[in-house]
């Protein structure tokens, strides 16, 4: 009797393969970051008021500023300054929604390097910054063009080196919001703090002489104005980088390293 033995054509059954999957790159994220500044209802709406800031600045001035004093740069540069002030919260909004709306668990999951999806939000913040001083400059220009039609000076020199100090202007003001929304990853504690501790050290300033010469170095709201000019010297680019170091990069880096660190749940 014989017997016949079968091989079997087949492998025994194992784990199955799954195919590579692709990390999302850096621009993409900034893209989805982007986007998240007008999915909710607070980025949508917050947009809107600092559009109408900017065009509400402008209006008054055709009525109220001298005929001989409405030029594009008189139009742009105070257009700016709502902007300023507003804009960071939206940078506070787009780091603290994910904690607020419990999506960080899920963001930290697609993307475990963190700190790709924190550069990203910068990224996404300083975009919203130089979109906003395109805007003001869409502003003044039509600011610009109704005081030529309603008998104002109507002109249009401009020292062309302003449109970066602009720039550099806003994006340093929305990193701060970014920055303080890294920092204490709570809407209302971080939009407060960053409103009140600026405005307290400028009034301490103001009150208490001995304080009036290090407000030269480390008031942000004082060492950044000369951006609103056509020129900066560069003792002035000194006192940037000292209270940019203080009031920006130092909340920056605390919060990145509470954010990488701290658990989510």
Not at 210 to 224: C, F, I, K, P, Q
């Amino acid at each position: 009797m014989t017997t016949t033995t079968i091989s079997p054509t087949t492998s025994p059954a194992g784990p199955a393969a799954h195919p590579t999957l692709r990390r999302p790159g850096l621009a993409r994220l900034t893209g989805v970051e982007l986007r998240k500044l007008t999915d909710t209802r607070a980025g949508y709406w917050l947009l809107i008021v600092i559009a109408l800031a900017a065009a509400a600045i402008v209006t008054v001035q055709l009525f109220v500023m001298p005929d001989a004093d409405q030029t594009f740069e008189n139009f742009f540069v105070p257009s700016l300054l709502p902007v300023g002030i507003l804009l960071p919260v939206l940078g506070i909004l787009l780091v603290t929604g994910e904690w607020s709306q419990r999506t960080a668990m899920t963001t930290f999951a697609l993307v475990p390097q963190r700190s790709r999806v924190l550069v990203a939000k910068l990224l996404a913040a300083a975009i919203a910054a130089l979109a906003s001083v395109l805007a003001s400059l869409a502003v003044a220009a039509i600011g610009t063009a109704l005081a030529g039609a309603l008998g104002g000076a109507g002109t249009w020199s401009v020292e062309p080196q302003i449109f970066g100090y602009a720039a550099v202007f806003q994006v340093i003001n929305v990193v701060m919001g970014v920055a303080f929304g890294m920092l204490f990853l709570n809407t209302p504690l971080a939009i407060v703090l960053y409103l009140v501790l600026p405005t307290v050290w400028s009034i301490l300033s103001e009150m208490i002489s001995g304080l009036r010469r290090a407000a030269e170095w480390l008031d942000l709201s004082v060492t950044t104005m000369p951006l609103t000019t056509s020129d900066v010297t560069a003792g002035q680019w000194g006192r940037i980088a000292v209270s940019v170091a203080l009031w920006v990069l130092l909340p920056l880096v605390a919060g990145l390293v509470r954010i990488v660190r701290r658990e989510v749940s």
